[in-house]
């Protein structure tokens, strides 16, 4: 169901949503400036209109019959849902993100093109207009980077340097980095060294560093991990006080196997620690991820699935300004992503109408009978969760061994199915209305564990599961329709308002009921 009413539209959030210039809500509404005559669509790179001057419409339609006329630069013909290609903008940033991870080792632009429905020749056009570079040229700029940083920070032969980049030779990779840097890798290498870089060894993980937007409040993100980790594949532990200051307290570091898609089909298997790095400063707003030596193919992947997860792109200030008192004190908090589509899929399924401890249960069950083992410092991590297409083949009957209801059981074999063949896709770059009307036609999902996934899995900020019991509860309210109506001032930030309302409700126990 879209966030938008089909009819009329809340100007206050459309105002609110045309200040995100968010890719997101392009397609959701039109705002039509008066002191011009112009409407536009909500990414338009125009200036922002004063507020008194702006008029909204649902449609392009609407805003025509009102004496409007179409902007020349944002073009509202080709806004989602409006045309048969995908908006510009969002188009260009989904391809980005995609291409960040690995997306062109696999089918190159053609198979990218085909993932996103548009043609490779289009994709090309919208890219270049968005970016001012083709997709080729950004993929190379992303593995450069990655390569330097390699280069740099560890040990690595300058041949796993290349392979882990995204080269698919040693040759391609020294021409390459020759044309950009004008020098060759192992020249960069002697600098780094020469300036005292300090060199990892990859045998103890290979360590990034991901910069956010302050404030994140790190206790309460992985607060929320801790109450929803799967036994055996994720864990949230303590970590011994760093000497980086005195009365530091401990922090809370995240460790989990994660299963990652490499170049030509493959998978990568492998673990991640994320913390806040030790020595913090001014400039210090960075997470640190180490990396398992086995995913050493697959760092882009793992690197934008961490992003993800962490919510690292946020703009808090943004959020804060709508959310108001919700969020007062507690600008930091995040709205948690996910690892793997399928994982959050059998979690959400799993926690329909039962405790968080129970759903913890059967989840670290599941994983535990259909996971592959995967070797680790740490005793607690022991397997990686199953992947939809080793589940897709099985009979539910299989499932419900483990004390899965026979209707739960089943439904996680058919979205397995849908998952593996391609029908449904849970990532960030899908169309949130159309996933979520995908989800809610299979028995057994309802509009809470469509909107809960939203959430999660496609990181849609609008999400809002009105029928949760810990929503209605922190509302005060009865009825999904009495909570739909109370968190209309939050539009289009109704999914962290979630993560607030849940918060209210602390302290949390696993006794909880809440996902």
């Not at 200036?47 to 008194?52: A, C, D, L, Q, S």
């Not at 080729?136 to 980077?145: E, F, K, V």
């Not at 670290?364 to 992947?387: D, I, K, N, Q, Y």
Request: glycine residues 8%; positive net charge.
């Amino acid at each position: 169901m879209s966030p938008m009413l089909p009819q009329t539209v809340d100007a206050a959030a459309c105002w609110r949503m045309l200040r995100a210039r968010d890719a997101r809500f392009d397609g959701r509404f039109f705002v039509g400036v008066t002191s011009t005559g112009i409407y536009c669509r909500p990414v338009c790179t125009a200036r922002t209109p004063r507020r008194e001057n702006c008029r909204f419409f649902p449609t392009a339609a609407g805003a025509e019959h009102q004496g409007f006329r179409p902007c020349l630069r944002c073009r509202p013909e080709l806004a989602p849902g409006h045309a048969s290609v995908d908006a510009p903008a969002r188009l260009a940033q989904a391809a980005a993100a995609a291409i960040e991870e690995g997306a062109l080792e696999d089918g190159g632009l053609p198979g990218l093109a085909r993932r996103l429905g548009v043609t490779d020749r289009h994709l090309r056009r919208v890219f270049d207009a968005q970016f001012g570079v083709s997709p080729i040229d950004w993929a190379q700029t992303h593995r450069l980077l990655l390569a330097k940083r390699l280069l740099t920070d560890t040990t690595l032969a300058v041949t796993e340097v290349a392979l882990a980049s995204g080269f698919a030779s040693l040759r391609r990779f020294n021409d390459a980095f020759a044309t950009r840097y004008r020098l060759a890798p192992t020249d960069l290498r002697k600098q780094a060294r020469g300036a005292g870089a300090a060199q990892a060894d990859p045998a103890a993980g290979l360590v990034f560093r991901l910069a956010y937007r302050p404030p994140l409040d790190w206790g309460a993100l992985t607060g929320f991990l801790a109450l929803r980790t799967i036994d055996g594949v994720e864990t949230v532990e303590t970590a011994p006080a760093a000497p980086r200051r005195r009365g530091s307290r401990p922090e809370p570091v995240y460790r989990r196997i994660v299963r990652v898609p490499a170049p030509r089909g493959a998978e990568r298997l492998g673990w991640i620690e994320v913390a806040r790095p030790a020595g913090r400063g001014a400039a210090g707003h960075l997470l640190e991820v180490r990396v398992d030596a086995a995913l050493l193919g697959a760092i882009p992947a793992v690197l934008a699935r961490v992003r993800r997860v962490f919510d690292l792109a946020c703009r808090p200030d943004e959020v804060a300004d709508v959310l108001g008192d919700l969020a007062r004190g507690h600008e930091g908090v995040r709205l948690p992503g996910a690892f793997d589509g399928f994982e959050i899929v059998v979690r959400a399924i799993l926690g329909q109408q039962i405790t968080v401890k129970h759903a913890r249960t059967l989840a670290g069950r599941f994983a535990a009978a259909f996971g592959e083992p995967v070797a680790t410092p740490w005793p607690t991590l022991r397997h990686a969760f199953p992947s939809a297409a080793s589940i897709a083949g099985r009979d539910p009957a299989e499932i419900g061994l483990l004390g899965i209801t026979r209707q739960r059981s089943r439904t996680i074999v058919e979205l397995a199915r849908a998952l593996a063949d391609g029908g449904l896709r849970l990532e960030p770059d899908g169309d949130a209305a159309a996933t979520i009307a995908r989800l809610v036609a299979v028995p057994g999902i309802g509009d809470w564990t469509a909107q809960y996934l939203a959430m999660r899995a496609l990181g849609w900020p609008d999400a809002f599961p009105a029928s949760d019991v810990g929503v209605m509860r922190a509302l005060g309210v009865k009825t999904p329709r009495e909570a739909l109506a109370a968190a209309e001032a939050w539009r289009p930030w109704r999914g962290y308002a979630v993560i607030h309302l849940w918060r209210t409700l602390a302290p949390v126990t696993n006794e909880t009921t809440i996902p």
